[in-house]
């Protein structure tokens, strides 16, 4: 049995108003039968970082041949490119702001649209609808790419913070808040390698002693680390919402110790 | 011509982040084709009463062989267990607590999901993503439930508050509000056969005296108590938000009286 | 490869709850295999006009048989009329009270969905689960309309409000604003034809100088006038919320001048 394609949708358009709308209807009069599976659009308006983050968790999960359109586009018809990535075998359509930072690494094949496809006159405001859906729905399709996209040398990176080892500890930050009011930090299992003894953390005016496993590891209300289901350093209050209860969010520094640091 | 399996969603992720998302690539990998129909992902964050409350009312609609996944699970890595439930023609996937309780009248199956399936190696905090996704997805590809699940004799059940009846009376509560604001009791057309004369409402401080047919049955802004879609009382504005308006919410009590009553 | 049907949904169901899932019960019980593309669920309750205006601008990129269910329905229930209208290639289902306004220019059938189909016994508060889902569903299986639907003259028309011209300019006013803060007017690019001299806009206590291109045509923060993707003239914030930052919303009066203009 065929099964049909995918398309994800990644944006910033809300729920309210046309605009998701449109860009369906034109995947699926592009690409008829395509399996349209939206991730979110309900990226904070004007942030590639925060909607790289988020194809980062969720692209992974999709089976091979995806094609992944993620639209989060300060600069619609200003000099930013429209690119192609194909990475880790998806293809990657939006515009050339660092949205697909995560999948650089793996990609093998850049492209930039050619000026003037599908045709010349696109509206200058809505490139989602009048380029990006196009071309994600011509790849899904089975389209050639070469006709569609003119190889490029690179496209832009985004800065994702790092965190930074220090003696017996490191020092990340939180990089956002789900809906739970879990706070994701970019400190991942990995990063704590090395570290001795039982491993404590300090966020604002905070310190939580001790990791725990699950959301559920302790007192309705106790506020807890853990590693979450990405591999990276969360802060939780058990059945609350951490955000609001130790009073930090995104960009706080997250300090981890091993039991012997000063 | 073979229709493709459906799976509904009905969980409390709300529509930020990459969790939702992550869910619709592990069921599209697992069960290639299948057809996801959301319910909602806008459960009150930890309220299984409130998601078992909807699943009994959107639910039924599905045809038979639909799965139904729900993830409202604050005691996930816990030790409340994953369970499948087979009852009315459906399978329902989730954590033991209670979201399934409308359904046990009716069912022919319980099984928990085998330990260390679908790998020994599942995050402690996403079981969505790991564990229940994985199931809803082997099922609606038609496998063999002896397989991911053993038989148990029973699952947890959630204390759904019952209507009282009084001398030519009836007396419940509000269980939850909709989007327009309508407030929807626990008390069903059925409970208030038998009672004789007009029927009249009292809520907070305000008394209804009588019942209308439809939403529109009353001037604009008066407020009104009817039989909703599903058979229970409600208390509405005409083309206004009757929480707002009587100034009441989920758990006030709601008194019935036939006319002749003192 | 024959492809399955598609009907949208557009509704002021809001995300929570279990209406919208009802309706894919529905719809994917009466037409097995359906593709269900959401519009929107979250027109501003009971806003025909605002539903009519999505409609516009959503519907015309589907494939044509497409089938358009639009459910915003004050008076459910009460004498207006469940109406079905065949239009540029579309059925659109739905009340008759002026949802279908922008489809009426256009339209080759009619029709009243006739008194007690599906069956007598519908809820007189959920028309859209029990009247309009089930005739969605029928036409998408391809049956025939004439069984479930009896023709009519006419149906109701919204007034949606036109700009006026004056000397070397134009008077219009914004209809509504989207997710980002734009403010979308009545003001059609043909409606500013035969305008001499640099176009000026005058809005609330701002003058905007001249016509950007795109969203990105200017410093950050700074206010700009544009004709947005479908043709109607818009006002916006580089990067910013027009609607907070002007202080102006749905219904206020918008001015163009030529620049000869007094």
Request: include cysteine.
């Amino acid at each position: 049995m065929n099964h049909p394609p995918i398309i994800t949708l990644t944006t910033d358009f809300g729920d309210t108003g046309s605009y998701v709308g449109a860009l369906r209807g034109v995947l699926l009069s592009r690409c008829p039968g395509v399996h349209l599976a939206d991730i979110t659009h309900h990226v904070t308006p004007f942030s590639p970082l925060e909607a790289s983050l988020i194809l980062s968790q969720a692209c992974p999960h999709f089976p091979a041949g995806t094609i992944h359109l993620a639209i989060v586009d300060p600069g619609v018809g200003g000099v930013r490119k429209p690119v192609l990535v194909r990475s880790r075998g998806f293809w990657f359509v939006g515009p050339d702001n660092g949205l697909f930072t995560p999948f650089l690494d793996g990609a093998d094949g850049l492209f930039r649209i050619r000026e003037g496809w599908p045709d010349s006159e696109t509206s200058a405001t809505f490139h989602g609808r009048d380029v990006f859906a196009p071309a994600a729905a011509y790849l899904a399709a089975g389209g050639d790419v070469e006709v569609i996209g003119e190889p490029i040398r690179q496209i832009l990176q985004l800065h994702i913070p790092r965190p930074r080892r220090e003696r017996n500890g490191v020092v990340g930050q939180i990089l956002y808040s789900d809906r739970f009011g879990n706070l994701i930090t970019n400190i991942h299992r990995r990063d704590l390698e090395g570290l001795s003894g039982e491993i404590g953390v300090r966020v604002g005016s905070y310190s939580i002693p001790r990791l725990a496993r699950t959301y559920d590891d302790g007192a309705v209300g106790e506020s807890m680390a853990l590693f979450g289901s990405s591999g990276y350093l969360e802060l939780a209050v058990v059945q609350g919402n951490a955000g609001g209860q130790l009073g930090v969010g995104k960009g706080e520094r997250v300090q981890i110790r091993g039991a012997g640091a000063p």
